[in-house]
Structure formats: C-alpha cells, structure tokens
C-alpha cells in the first residue's frame, strides 16, 4: 500500500535518475492523488461523523459498522500530509515514527477492508435470512481490530528509513525474499478475500430485492452496482500489482525491477476508497436502507436494516 523497497529491487531506485527528475516523474502525480484523497475524504468523513445522515434508518450493528469506517478512513487520511511531503522532499520523522505511522496506516486501510465486508455481509444476512446478529456488535468490532492489528505487523517489523543518494525514505526493507513473498501474499489473500465476499453479498442481496414484490427501485440497483465497481476498480490494480511482483521474485526476473518503483502508484489509489466512502456507504448506502425495508428485518427494532 506504501512504497517498498527488497532485497532484490532496492538497487533499481538506488542508481536511478537525479532527485529532481524523481519528484517529476514518479512522485508528484500519487502526491497529487493522496492530496486529493485528503481534501475531499477528511472533512467528508468527519461530516459522516457528525451528521450521521438519515442513520435513524439503520440497525444499531450497521450504525457501529459505518462509524467503524468513517473512523478507520479518518485514521488513513490523517497521515497523508506526512506521506506527501515525504513522497515530495524526505521523510521528515525517524525511524520510530516511520514504523507506527506505517502501521497506522495499514491497520486502517486493513480495518476498512473488513468494515465493508462485514456491512455487505450484514446487510444479505439481515434482508435474506433474518439473522439477529445485535448481541456480537462488540465482539465483531473487537475481532475486526484484532485481525486488522496482527495483519499490519509486518510493517513494524520491516518498515524502516532508508537513504537512497541524498533522499531519506521510509521503506520496506526485507532481509529475504521469502520475507517479501509472504507479506504481499497475505495482502493478496486478504483483499481478494475482500473483494469476493463484498462482490458475492451484494449480488445476492440485488437479486433478493429484485424479488421482492412491489419492488421496482433501480436507483438501488445502480448504487449496488457503483459499490462493487468502485471496491473492484480501486483495489484490484494493487493487488494484481503485487501478484506480478511476487512472480517476478519467484522466478527471479530482473524486469519486473522496472516496474517496482510504481508501487506507490498503485497503492496510493486504494487511498481514494478511503476519500469515497463518505459518499458511498453514509449517504448514499441510506437510500439502499430504505429500500430494503420491502423484506423489513431487525437487529433491533422492526424495519431497520
């Protein structure tokens, strides 16, 4: 999700190009993209916070779940400023500093990954086979952190401040390539992981709606589709990104070095789902609310969802 550096490739970015024709070239557009990011996902996740739009429609489950995200994206976004200055000049903290930050960050884009498709699950759950599921709200919560904070280890244990020429950067720094193999699996795993059951739950809950009597909503229908979409399109790039790196290493082709220092590139668009999901999961996911109470299911009261 952030830039890395092996054993294998680190030579590729150490005798590249002069600082100043880096800054053109490969850094100013993903500093561009996370200021972005940061100027329309940090107030639009604290408005989230704040308003919390029409959630009076919402279960309890699905209100802790949407907080739990706004949070978690706010988290991620905190930290760009320092990310693009560093992406831009140097890395201004130490070596400290770039472990829990890293850390921090991976957590959080960990925990909205789950956040997301535990509020896919829910939501098929609730609508096609009327679960009550309001007395694990805690534990899921609890269980969510949990997995997101043992996922993000790796980068305690391998983020680091690097010097390449006169630049300090903080960077991933493996010792092995098996080192490197597995942690990008785990990502892999993990976010495809995502994608399948977030993808699956949504195309079972249209179809279950679809079959609802008297219901004919296809504003609902175009903003379940815009939610796949926009998880698909925003993350399969860097996931697919670090299938291509883990051939590369496996096979030990010394092309794919070319490609590496896009890393960042990649994974600073997974940035933009933090900076969207105000819009798609706080004020528009309402509108799928009201909709389903057609099959009206509670983990609380009736005809919330």
Not at 169 to 174: A, N, P, R, T, V
Request: charged letters at 10%.
């Amino acid at each position: 999700m952030l830039n890395q550096t092996s054993t294998n490739f680190t030579n590729s970015s150490a005798t590249g190009p002069p600082t100043s024709f880096l800054w053109a070239s490969k850094d100013l557009a993903p500093a561009v993209l996370l200021s972005l990011c940061f100027l329309v996902g940090f107030p639009g996740n604290i408005a989230v916070l704040i308003l919390r739009p029409n959630w009076q429609q919402l279960s309890r489950l699905t209100q802790c779940l949407m907080m739990n995200l706004a949070l978690s994206d706010l988290l991620c976004l905190v930290t760009l400023p320092v990310w693009i200055y560093a992406l831009l000049y140097i890395w201004p903290l130490g070596d400290v500093a770039c472990k829990i930050i890293a850390f921090i960050v991976y957590c959080s884009l960990y925990s909205c990954l789950m956040s997301i498709t535990a509020l896919s699950v829910q939501r098929y759950m609730q609508v096609a086979h009327q679960q009550r599921c309001l007395q694990f709200r805690k534990r899921l919560l609890a269980l969510l952190w949990l997995m997101s904070m043992v996922l993000s280890i790796p980068a305690l244990v391998f983020r680091k401040t690097i010097k390449n020429q006169e630049r300090i950067s903080c960077l991933q720094k493996y010792t092995s390539s098996a080192q490197e193999v597995a942690v990008l699996l785990t990502e892999c795993v993990v976010g495809f992981t995502s994608l399948i059951i977030t993808t699956c739950s949504y195309i079972f809950l249209n179809r279950r709606l679809q079959q609802a009597v008297f219901f004919n909503d296809t504003y609902t229908i175009k903003l379940v589709t815009t939610i796949i979409l926009t998880f698909f399109i925003l993350w399969t790039p860097y996931l697919t990104f670090n299938i291509v790196i883990v051939g590369g290493i496996l096979t030990n082709n010394l092309t794919i070095a070319k490609f590496y220092d896009l890393a960042f590139v990649f994974g600073s668009v997974t940035f933009i789902n933090s900076g969207i999901n105000p819009l798609l999961y706080a004020f528009a996911l309402t509108k799928l609310g009201a909709a389903v109470q057609t099959d009206p299911v509670s983990d609380d009261e009736p005809g919330h969802v």
